[in-house]
């Protein structure tokens, strides 16, 4: 073959430098990382504000692309990375503000990544209800969470709240798997099939404490430091309520809801409690208030004179009463429960409903019969969660088992109410 003509030898060399063009492209082109886990929560305004966290391999910042849906550019925000307790998947974490109210963003974690999306939380409620889903104890086992979820995913949310007990994994770095079934149990059935993420709001419980409690520990300083060491996990995982770990959010003028720890990094009275009065003080203008814990005042299942049951009714009680809260939600014991509506510790037509008890995804306990407890209007030994939906002033709750069965309402008869804001066919 004669190679001296020159145009086949500048077709040899076309050839050749557009082959080694595709060889170095297919080399350089590194695939999108699907994120191994997706979270999102507030830690400040949830009308405006979102807190979004992916977890990866990968300790390098990443970019996030959003914008706001049905607009056409996207912008970016670099990640924050952090550090995931005994793993070496590493927390990727972005902070969006300037959101406006009652509107749909749209996110992907990567140039030709998925597309999924988030919803601000709406300025007003005196038209349209604002729904939420509150439990406890999420996760004896994946199966039984999931089973839960999508139960919760089926009425659509706006978020959902899980008031500690979460993976049960006792801050243990032997139970790391226990963490990654949790955030595979919350990307399988917490983001609907449209792609909206339902955000999350977590307190603490005693199984993220290693031995249950700081009063289990010699050394515990009430520090940071302290916190973050006996739960390693709750302190470095989430970004809301972060230290001390306990918190509010203020949802405009409509909404604070408190989360409080039950003994368990932080002592029921003193600082926390001094806090809690202060800030119930300054929000007593706010439409609803909503505080959330672990041990329950009520409980269900455990002795009514139980060390921290009765710290609860002592220290925290009468500023809930004081403040004109009417729901409040307690976890721990691992059933379903809902009081009459309780002041000083007797039934009152103007007292507190006390809503539990940590049932989400455990193995349900036998429960104390509500015909011979005194402050029990329902219980059962059943795995559920309470859907609270709140319009104006309003308020009506359903509490749903994980097969989807509707096993209690407030007030008693709420589609009869003429100021129910919802009914059942038109969530599902």
């Known amino acids: 073959m004669n190679f001296n003509s020159k145009p086949i030898q500048v077709f040899l060399l076309l050839f050749m430098f557009s082959s080694w063009g595709q060889a170095v492209d297919a080399k350089d082109v590194r695939p999108q990382e699907e994120p191994l886990a997706i979270f ?32 056409d550019d996207w912008k970016k925000s670099e990640s924050r990375v952090h550090d995931f307790p ?4 590493k927390i990727h974490r972005v902070a969006l503000k300037g959101l406006t109210p009652r509107h749909n963003y749209e996110i992907k974690f990567g140039e030709d990544a998925q597309v999924y999306y988030f919803r601000t939380m709406p300025e007003d409620i005196s038209e349209e209800p604002l729904r939420i889903a509150i439990g406890g104890d999420s996760m004896h086992d994946q199966a039984f969470m999931e089973k839960t979820n999508r139960q919760v995913a089926s009425y659509d949310p706006h978020f959902a709240v899980i008031g500690g007990d979460l993976a049960y994994a006792n801050a243990l770095e032997k139970n790391l798997d226990r963490w990654y079934q949790w955030f595979d149990a919350v990307k399988n059935t917490l983001i609907m099939e449209d792609g909206r993420i339902i955000p999350l709001v977590l307190g603490i419980g005693n199984h993220e404490v290693l031995s249950g409690s700081f009063s289990r520990h010699e050394d515990f ?5 302290s916190r973050a060491k006996i739960a390693p996990y709750y302190y470095n995982l989430f970004a809301f309520p972060g230290q001390p770990g306990y ?9 604070s809801f408190f989360l409080l720890d039950s003994d368990h990094t932080n002592p029921i009275d003193g600082v926390q409690k001094e806090w809690f009065r202060r800030e119930l003080a300054i929000r007593n203008e706010q439409t609803h208030i909503i505080p959330l814990y672990h041990v329950p005042a009520y409980p269900s299942v455990r002795d009514f004179n139980g060390t921290s049951q009765s710290r ?5 009680l009468p500023m809930i009463e004081k403040a004109g809260v009417k729901l409040v939600f307690e976890n721990h014991d691992h059933a379903y429960k809902r009081t009459y509506p309780l002041k000083n510790n007797e039934i009152h037509q103007d007292g507190v409903v006390y809503i539990g008890d940590g049932s989400w995804g455990t193995n349900p306990r036998e429960v104390h019969d509500a015909a011979t407890t005194w402050y029990l209007e329902k219980s059962q ?29 407030y007030p008693a008869n709420p589609l009869d109410n003429k100021q129910a804001p919802w009914k059942l066919e038109s969530l599902h």
């Open 40 to 71: 999102l929560t507030w830690t400040d305004d949830p009308l405006r504000t979102i807190s979004i966290d992916w977890h990866l391999t990968s300790s390098d910042k990443q970019v996030l692309y959003y914008r706001l849906k049905g607009t």
């Open 86 to 89: 005994y793993s070496d998947r």
């Open 221 to 225: 300083k009430f520090d940071d430091e």
């Open 247 to 255: 918190g509010v959010l203020d949802f405009g003028e409509y909404l």
């Open 312 to 316: 609860v009714r002592e220290h925290w």
């Open 381 to 409: 030994s059943i795995r559920a969660f309470t859907l609270v939906t709140l319009q104006g002033s309003a308020f009506n709750i359903i509490s749903v088992d994980e097969d989807g069965n509707v096993i209690d309402t």
